[in-house]
């Protein structure tokens, strides 16, 4: 099987190229929720070999949530390391604002229909969110790009 995106595994350690959406409506966030992990995650994955970072946010909100969206500010990149699964990850993440251009459904369709969930920004604290800058990060204002490092050896 050819892997046609920016996702690599070397020695227990996935090295991946990600693009996620930051959709916020009425002071909360889209999150779907994953049982098992006992987590909240963001729409998004990893961006296909000739796709720009905007296209695949895009793509993965049609793939995962059903809806068309439009993409627009970049709000963070972030170099993330982080273990899930027993597996180790070396993530580059470009999170878009995203604004839904329809309802979005009860359910992301990818993953086997994990349930999707608004949480109030200012709840956020009380979440197990991933990623977890995204706790403070999102309350406080912003005008320009940031660039978030969350590296194991810092």
């Known amino acids: 099987m ?7 595994e070397r020695n ?5 190229v990600r693009g996620s959406a930051i959709i916020i409506e009425n002071n909360q966030l889209l999150t779907y929720y994953n049982e098992e992990k ?13 796709e720009s970072t ?9 793939e995962e949530l059903g809806v068309a969206c439009q993409v627009s500010d970049l709000r963070f990149v972030v170099e993330n390391e982080f273990s899930l699964s027993k ?16 309802s979005s459904p ?3 369709f990818e993953d ?17 969110l991933n990623p977890g800058f995204l706790k ?10 940031q660039h978030i490092v969350n590296l194991r050896n810092n």
């Open 38 to 50: 006992e987590a909240y995650y963001l729409p998004g994955g990893a961006i296909e070999i000739g």
């Open 136 to 145: 403070e990060a999102l309350l406080q204002p912003q005008t320009t790009l």
């Open 12 to 16: 227990q350690t996935v090295f991946s």
């Open 106 to 108: 009860n359910y992301i």
């Open 87 to 102: 597996k180790n990850f070396h993530n580059i993440e470009f999170h878009y604002a995203v604004t839904l251009l329809e």
């Open 112 to 128: 086997g229909n994990l349930p999707v969930r608004w949480l109030a920004l200012n709840d956020l604290a009380s979440y197990n």
């Open 54 to 62: 905007k296209e695949a946010v895009k793509r993965e909100v049609m």
């Open 2 to 8: 050819i892997n046609n995106d920016f996702r690599h």
